[in-house]
């Protein structure tokens, strides 16, 4: 009885809640027609891209190609009224302040007083989609009000995406906005509250589609270049969440990852369910799918104030996305030249003494993350490793990673970052994109891979008996240049530390093993990690050895890829016949291991034995149809077959290569390899007219030769720049001035 009573108790309140909110919710009617309006807007609408793209440089577009009544984009507080627990979340989200936060704002509006706000319809397209669409993107807008401002990605702006083409930066065509929608499509948008209540099916039918669920939807924003007609030059790729998230573990789509894991998407990541508080008419069993998409955005939810979405980002950037391992110490002791290895470091029993000169290998891994990290745009913010040596007492002998006096990062720090040049070789460090003419560094860690940070320094004399090796990775949202010049005032903004590790070192007596912490990472693990972090920096003989002590551990389930893992380094080495024998010993472990079995075919194809390089890719392609890399190779193998097959079989081979090329541009429209073989293949089919398009396309997306040079003598003029830019580099570490730290900005530091 007491379960039916609480059951009455909180329908009884809901309904209440309802009913208060079921008068006047009609929408305004009354409003032009679609045609009357899009005359309206071209009478003075700025067409500079033509008038068959109204809405570039975006790659957006609409149902019908015209533009949308403004007044069609429903106010959010409207879906508030019901959706009582996704509304307050979604107004602290980085989607609902995407246009009005001082960050973009500042970025945005150079681009207008620089350029023209015609170009900002680039930016819009995923930032504040409503005012695109509406036409008011132009140096002449037939109205001034737009409400929608305060919005930025509302919620019936993201749920009246119909289809996504891949391309990134507005990638989506929006569909006419709609409260209802018939079976047979017909679209309502002008209804109360209660029409929708007596009509739900119809409400989810006009809200919501399978695409909104695949990593496609969200990939048509979070995906970026620069277009030609934006900065003037050629395309450049910016980021490609969706691409990398495609190609990892988590997707399930790819054989290649290190690991495998349980297949995950964009929602089941930034959408985890959440208990309800307002009685959420969406709710299930009292939970919602967060409207927060709590990922990396510290600086709204602290310029703002908005400490329920800081507590929600700091606790989703703390949640094990991220490792650090300080695995290995290499030990030189004075008047000797050989290093001593010693790993991993809490596993050996060791010792250093006074004068050593030790250098700690620190693996940072990407574990649970299903793209690069950082991601997206890592010129304007920070990831970094925070290193420290401590003695006894706690005082700090030697540190690299920290905010100096000026709130800037350490120069020198082991740090995540892009770096973009202009075209006079200078520092892009204000995001002007549109200036950009190449990429000097471009430092992140793949899903599933690790990186490796080294730290050498002289262990002082009259240490006291102990040394102490911290790491932490830092993130800073934004750098101090770029958040001072967007709010026209310094201000320290939070540095959340996403993983540690310590160790600690006894000097001049012995260093035991400890015993190992079941709950702890498993070394085999650690060992794999530092091996891959080792290949990564091609240090291939390193890697190699590395991927032999996995192998020794017995773990079952990962000895055949602890095998193909060896293989690859010896690849790299030239050592095909070696790297066979081990491939044959993963795949008589495991017959289907795929990503063995694609490495298999690599060899043969070395080897000259295309036919067996085709039929072992055919049955990877078979497991994993839209491999792009096992699509890539089915391709090269085509091209070459057709020089050899009979002339009258010549044609069909190359028809074969051109269909697998296609069928990767199906994933990646920007694919520059692809869009290059479709050039040469629709030129030896004798399709002129294909082949030009493709040497156009090609000519704009492949990098740009010329500006090498840019590249290289920016890193000469930038040395802590040009260090981090090598793959294998070591920071010496000179004993720490603490005036060198600015010291108030610590207590951010958690």
Same mark, same amino acid.
């Given at each position: 009885?007491? /379960?039916?009573f609480?059951?009455?108790?909180?329908?009884?309140?809901?309904?209440?809640?309802?009913?208060?909110?079921l008068?006047?919710?009609?929408?305004?009617?009354?409003?032009?027609?679609?045609?009357?309006?899009?005359?309206?807007?071209?009478?003075?609408?700025?067409?500079?891209?033509?008038?068959?793209?109204?809405f570039?440089p975006?790659?957006?577009?609409?149902?019908?190609?015209q533009?949308?009544?403004?007044? +069609?984009?429903?106010?959010?507080?409207?879906?508030?009224?019901?959706?009582?627990?996704?509304?307050?979340?979604?107004?602290?989200?980085?989607?609902?302040?995407?246009?009005?936060?001082?960050?973009?704002?500042?970025?945005v509006? &150079?681009l207008?007083?620089?350029k023209?706000i015609?170009?900002?319809?680039?930016?819009?397209?995923?930032?504040?989609?409503?005012?695109?669409?509406?036409?008011?993107? *132009?140096?002449?807008?037939?109205?001034?009000? %737009?409400?929608?401002?305060?919005?930025?990605v509302?919620?019936?702006a993201?749920?009246?995406?119909?289809?996504?083409n891949?391309?990134?930066?507005g990638g989506?065509v929006?569909?006419?906005?709609?409260?209802?929608?018939?079976?047979d499509?017909?679209?309502?948008?002008?209804? /109360?509250?209660?029409?929708?209540?007596?009509?739900?099916?119809?409400?989810?039918?006009?809200?919501?589609?399978?695409?909104?669920?695949?990593? $496609?939807f969200?990939?048509?924003?979070?995906?970026?270049?620069?277009?030609?007609e934006?900065?003037?030059?050629?395309?450049?790729?910016?980021?490609?969440?969706?691409?990398?998230?495609q190609?990892?573990?988590?997707?399930?789509?790819?054989?290649?990852?290190f690991y495998? %894991?349980?297949?995950? *998407?964009c929602?089941?990541?930034?959408?985890? &369910?959440?208990p309800?508080k307002?009685?959420?008419v969406?709710a299930?069993?009292?939970?919602?799918?967060?409207?927060?998409?709590?990922?990396?955005?510290t600086?709204?939810?602290?310029?703002?104030n908005?400490?329920?979405?800081?507590?929600?980002v700091?606790?989703?950037?703390?949640d094990? #996305?991220?490792?650090?391992?300080?695995?290995?110490?290499h030990?030189?002791?004075?008047?000797k030249?050989?290093?001593?290895?010693?790993?991993?470091?809490?596993?050996?029993?060791?010792?250093?003494?006074?004068g &050593? /000169?030790? *250098?700690? +290998?620190?693996?940072?891994?990407?574990?649970?993350?299903?793209?690069?990290?950082?991601?997206?745009l890592r010129?304007?913010?920070?990831?970094?490793?925070?290193?420290?040596?401590?003695?006894a007492a706690?005082?700090?002998?030697?540190k690299?990673?920290?905010i100096?006096?000026?709130?800037?990062l350490?120069?020198k720090?082991?740090?995540?970052? *892009?770096?973009?040049?202009k075209?006079?070789?200078?520092?892009?460090?204000?995001?002007?994109?549109?200036?950009?003419?190449?990429?000097?560094?471009?430092?992140?860690?793949?899903s599933g891979?690790?990186?490796?940070? %080294?730290?050498?320094?002289v262990?002082?004399q009259?240490?006291?008996?102990?040394?102490?090796?911290?790491?932490?990775?830092?993130y800073?949202?934004? /750098?101090?240049?770029?958040s001072?010049?967007?709010l026209?005032?310094?201000r320290? !903004?939070?540095?959340?530390?996403?993983?540690k590790?310590?160790r600690?070192?006894l000097?001049?007596e012995e260093n035991?093993?400890?015993?190992?912490?079941?709950?702890?990472?498993?070394?085999w693990?650690?060992w794999?990690?530092?091996?891959?972090?080792? !290949?990564?920096?091609?240090?291939?003989p390193?890697?190699?050895?590395?991927?032999?002590?996995?192998v +020794?551990?017995?773990?079952?389930?990962?000895?055949?890829?602890?095998?193909?893992?060896?293989a690859?380094?010896?690849?790299?080495?030239?050592?095909w016949? $070696?790297?066979?024998?081990l491939?044959?010993?993963?795949?008589?472990?495991?017959?289907?291991?795929? %990503?063995?079995l694609f490495?298999s075919?690599?060899?043969?194809? =070395?080897?000259?034995?295309?036919d067996?390089?085709?039929?072992?890719?055919?049955?990877?392609?078979? #497991?994993?149809?839209r491999?792009?890399?096992?699509?890539?190779?089915?391709?090269?193998?085509?091209?070459i077959?057709?020089?050899?097959?009979?002339?009258?079989?010549?044609?069909?081979?190359?028809?074969i290569a051109?269909?697998?090329?296609?069928?990767?541009?199906?994933?990646?429209? $920007?694919?520059?390899?692809?869009?290059?073989?479709?050039?040469?293949?629709?030129?030896?089919?004798?399709?002129?007219?294909?082949a030009?398009?493709e040497? =156009?396309?090609?000519?704009d997306?492949?990098?740009?030769?010329?500006?090498?040079?840019?590249?290289?003598?920016?890193?000469?003029?930038?040395?802590?720049?040009?260090?981090?830019?090598?793959?294998?580099h070591?920071h010496d570490? !000179?004993?720490?001035?603490p005036?060198?730290?600015?010291?108030?900005?610590?207590?951010?530091?958690?």
């Amino acid at each position: 009885m007491k /379960t039916k009573f609480v059951k009455f108790s909180v329908l009884t309140v809901w309904f209440a809640v309802a009913a208060c909110f079921l008068t006047g919710s009609i929408v305004k009617s009354g409003k032009m027609s679609p045609e009357e309006y899009n005359k309206w807007i071209s009478e003075s609408y700025d067409y500079r891209f033509g008038r068959e793209k109204p809405f570039g440089p975006s790659n957006a577009t609409t149902f019908d190609g015209q533009f949308i009544n403004g007044e +069609d984009f429903i106010a959010s507080a409207r879906c508030g009224k019901c959706h009582t627990d996704a509304h307050p979340q979604w107004r602290e989200s980085a989607h609902a302040n995407s246009f009005r936060e001082p960050f973009y704002q500042k970025n945005v509006k &150079d681009l207008i007083k620089q350029k023209n706000i015609a170009f900002t319809r680039h930016c819009e397209s995923c930032h504040n989609p409503a005012a695109l669409f509406a036409g008011a993107l *132009t140096d002449k807008p037939q109205f001034k009000n %737009r409400p929608y401002d305060d919005e930025g990605v509302s919620c019936i702006a993201c749920h009246s995406i119909q289809s996504v083409n891949g391309r990134g930066i507005g990638g989506y065509v929006m569909g006419q906005p709609a409260l209802l929608e018939k079976p047979d499509g017909t679209k309502t948008l002008e209804a /109360t509250d209660q029409e929708i209540l007596n009509n739900v099916p119809d409400h989810k039918r006009a809200m919501m589609r399978p695409l909104l669920k695949q990593p $496609e939807f969200c990939g048509a924003c979070h995906k970026s270049q620069v277009p030609q007609e934006l900065n003037d030059y050629k395309f450049m790729r910016a980021f490609a969440l969706a691409d990398e998230l495609q190609q990892s573990s988590f997707s399930k789509e790819s054989p290649h990852p290190f690991y495998v %894991r349980n297949k995950e *998407t964009c929602n089941t990541c930034h959408m985890t &369910d959440v208990p309800t508080k307002y009685f959420d008419v969406s709710a299930k069993d009292g939970n919602i799918a967060s409207h927060r998409w709590a990922s990396a955005n510290t600086a709204i939810p602290s310029f703002y104030n908005y400490t329920d979405q800081l507590e929600a980002v700091q606790k989703f950037l703390q949640d094990d #996305k991220m490792g650090v391992d300080i695995f290995a110490l290499h030990v030189q002791s004075e008047k000797k030249s050989k290093e001593k290895l010693i790993a991993p470091l809490n596993r050996k029993d060791f010792k250093i003494k006074e004068g &050593d /000169t030790l *250098t700690a +290998d620190v693996v940072i891994t990407n574990k649970n993350i299903g793209h690069s990290f950082p991601p997206e745009l890592r010129d304007f913010y920070e990831a970094y490793v925070e290193f420290t040596v401590t003695d006894a007492a706690d005082k700090v002998l030697f540190k690299s990673g920290y905010i100096r006096p000026d709130g800037d990062l350490d120069d020198k720090a082991h740090c995540y970052k *892009t770096y973009l040049v202009k075209g006079d070789g200078s520092f892009n460090d204000l995001h002007h994109i549109w200036k950009t003419r190449v990429v000097a560094q471009n430092l992140a860690i793949p899903s599933g891979r690790s990186d490796l940070a %080294r730290y050498k320094f002289v262990v002082p004399q009259n240490i006291g008996g102990q040394l102490k090796l911290t790491a932490k990775l830092q993130y800073r949202r934004f /750098t101090r240049v770029f958040s001072d010049y967007a709010l026209g005032k310094s201000r320290d !903004l939070p540095v959340v530390m996403m993983a540690k590790s310590e160790r600690v070192l006894l000097v001049g007596e012995e260093n035991k093993s400890q015993p190992v912490d079941p709950k702890a990472m498993p070394d085999w693990r650690r060992w794999n990690n530092y091996g891959i972090a080792l !290949l990564d920096q091609r240090q291939f003989p390193q890697a190699a050895d590395a991927f032999d002590a996995v192998v +020794d551990y017995d773990f079952k389930d990962y000895k055949a890829f602890a095998y193909t893992n060896k293989a690859l380094a010896l690849m790299e080495m030239g050592g095909w016949k $070696e790297a066979e024998k081990l491939v044959d010993k993963a795949l008589a472990i495991d017959a289907q291991n795929m %990503r063995a079995l694609f490495q298999s075919g690599r060899i043969s194809r =070395v080897q000259s034995r295309l036919d067996e390089a085709e039929a072992d890719f055919k049955k990877v392609l078979e #497991k994993y149809p839209r491999d792009r890399v096992t699509l890539q190779q089915l391709g090269e193998l085509a091209k070459i077959k057709s020089d050899s097959v009979p002339k009258e079989q010549r044609g069909a081979q190359l028809e074969i290569a051109k269909n697998y090329y296609l069928q990767i541009l199906a994933i990646d429209p $920007e694919d520059v390899g692809s869009h290059y073989n479709l050039m040469i293949l629709y030129q030896k089919l004798g399709m002129r007219d294909e082949a030009k398009k493709e040497a =156009v396309i090609f000519k704009d997306l492949k990098d740009d030769p010329q500006v090498t040079a840019l590249a290289g003598n920016f890193l000469q003029a930038n040395p802590a720049a040009g260090n981090e830019s090598l793959p294998f580099h070591t920071h010496d570490l !000179l004993p720490f001035n603490p005036g060198q730290q600015k010291t108030e900005y610590l207590a951010l530091l958690q």
